[in-house]
């Protein structure tokens, strides 16, 4: 049978089941694009499955590592978006506004360039590019253990100098 057909009879036979799994685990009934990815995961990735488990195991364990990855891009998009994408959000904002969106991601590309090349590494594969920790991994030659902490220091550093090139400006304005 052709792997396509083989995806596409799974789908039919799971993809009901997939779908609620991703939503009781996400807690959102909003996961169609999850199923999709998946099963577009299942589809690349069908020449290692070895039939050691059902099928259906065997994509309940793509969906939870889709739903992982998913959590992890979206609380990274959720800190990082404010600061670096919000001037691309709404065009309503005001002169003031603008400036002060673009006063921010200044600060921001500030401290990126300060930290170490590690942190800014990461910050840019992770944050920037979007990549998952095992892309990630794999570029910089490291664990995925090693991108997730070193992500966690680097959003750290750049918080902290945010707040002191912050301290700082206020204390020369005063």
Not at 65 to 73: G, N, S
Not at 79 to 102: A, F, G, R, Y
Not at 145 to 159: C, D, G, P, S, Y
Request: glycine share 6%; proline share 2%.
């Amino acid at each position: 049978m052709d792997k396509n057909d083989l995806i596409e009879q799974w789908f039919l036979r799971y993809g009901d089941d997939i779908y609620k799994f991703l939503v009781y685990y996400t807690g959102s009934r909003d996961v169609d694009d999850l199923v999709q990815d998946v099963f577009l995961k299942a589809l690349g990735a069908v020449g290692s499955f070895e039939g050691r488990s059902q099928p259906k195991t065997w994509l309940l364990t793509i969906a939870r590592h889709t739903a992982i990855d998913h959590a992890r891009k979206k609380r990274l998009r959720s800190w990082l978006p404010d600061m670096w994408l919000s001037n691309l959000t709404s065009d309503e904002k005001t002169p003031e506004e603008l400036l002060e969106v673009q006063e921010e991601q200044q600060a921001l590309y500030r401290a990126i360039r300060q930290v170490k090349p590690t942190y800014r590494e990461v910050l840019i594969l992770r944050g920037i590019k979007g990549l998952s920790a095992k892309e990630t991994a794999q570029i910089l030659n490291w664990s995925e253990n090693k991108v997730n902490v070193t992500l966690h220091r680097a959003m750290k550093a750049v918080k902290d100098k945010m707040e002191l090139e912050g301290k700082e400006l206020i204390g020369n304005a005063i």
